[in-house]
C-alpha cells in the first residue's frame, strides 16, 4: 500500500476530525499532496492540496477557513484537520500524491491515491 489514509468517523456538526495519510517514500517525496472527498451519488471533489514543502496550500471554497492542510515530510504524510463540520462534509475522503512539486486541483494530476476514510457528519 503506497498511501494509507486514516481519521475518519462519525462526529456531531460542529465537530472536528483530523485525518492522517502516510505515504510511501517515494511518492511522497517532493511531490504535492492532495485530499479529495465523493459524496453518495456525487462526483469526486477536491478539497484541499499543498505543495510538496508545505509553503503553499489550497482550499475548496466549500471548506476554507474550516480545514487545514498540512504535512510533516521526515513522517511522509499530510494531515487534513477539520473543523466546524456540517452534515454535507459527509463522504469518502481520499488523499492523493501529485505528479509534481506544486498543488493541483485537478484530480488527473494526482498519480496515487488512498483507500480512503468515511467521515459522517451529524445533524
Known amino acids: 500500500v503506497q498511501l494509507q489514509a486514516s481519521g475518519g468517523g462519525l462526529v456531531q456538526t460542529g465537530g472536528s476530525l483530523r485525518l492522517s495519510c502516510v505515504a510511501s517514500r517515494r511518492i511522497f517525496s517532493n511531490n504535492g499532496m492532495g485530499w479529495f472527498r465523493q459524496a453518495p451519488g456525487k462526483e469526486r471533489e477536491f478539497v484541499s492540496a499543498i505543495s510538496w514543502n508545505g509553503d503553499s496550500t489550497a482550499y475548496a471554497d466549500s471548506v476554507k477557513g474550516r480545514f487545514t492542510v498540512s504535512r510533516d515530510n521526515a513522517k511522509n504524510a499530510v494531515y487534513l484537520l477539520m473543523n466546524s463540520l456540517k452534515p454535507e462534509d459527509s463522504a469518502i475522503y481520499y488523499c492523493?500524491?501529485?505528479?509534481?512539486?506544486?498543488?493541483?486541483?485537478?484530480?488527473?494530476?494526482?498519480?496515487?491515491w488512498g483507500q480512503g476514510t468515511q467521515v459522517t457528519v451529524s445533524s
Open positions: 492523493a500524491a501529485g505528479r509534481g512539486s506544486w498543488w493541483s486541483r485537478g484530480s488527473d494530476n494526482y498519480a496515487y
